[in-house]
Nanobody, 120 residues
Framework: QVQLVESGGGLVQAGGSLRLSCAASGIIFSSTTMGWYRQTPGKQRELVATISSDYTTNYADSVKGRFTISRQNDKNTVYLQMNSLKSEDTAVYYC??????????????WGQGTQVTVSS
């Protein structure tokens, strides 16, 4: 059974920092692209950052220079370090595990989400 379990969310003041973690099980973690997405009510879920199996990273323009995604394959865990937080970063943050080969998606899994609230 595949599980993605996020943790580390909470309430933080603007300008502060949080580190989110996502522990994965049931997948070959080292072969999987991991990502963080976020969603607020009334808005589409948006990409925050991804990190591929070869450690290539991608960030949304809105978080570049502030957030850092990383992974520790020996722990089957992906992290999102969030610095200089802004009120507009407030959202539910979701962990994603995806493995695609060409047009075929082998799997695409989501965690339950963790709430991040930034006060201003």
């Amino acid at each position: 059974q595949v599980q993605l379990v996020e943790s580390g969310g909470g309430l933080v003041q603007a300008g502060g920092s949080l580190r989110l973690s996502c522990a994965a099980s049931g997948i070959i973690f080292s072969s999987t692209t991991m990502g963080w997405y976020r969603q607020t009510p009334g808005k589409q879920r948006e990409l925050v950052a991804t990190i591929s199996s070869d450690y290539t990273t991608n960030y949304a323009d809105s978080v570049k220079g502030r957030f850092t995604i990383s992974r520790q394959n020996d722990k089957n865990t992906v992290y999102l370090q969030m610095n200089s937080l802004k009120s507009e970063d407030t959202a539910v943050y979701y962990c994603n595990a995806r493995n695609a080969r060409g047009v075929r998606v082998l799997y695409d899994y989501w965690g339950q989400g963790t709430q991040v609230t930034v006060s201003s």
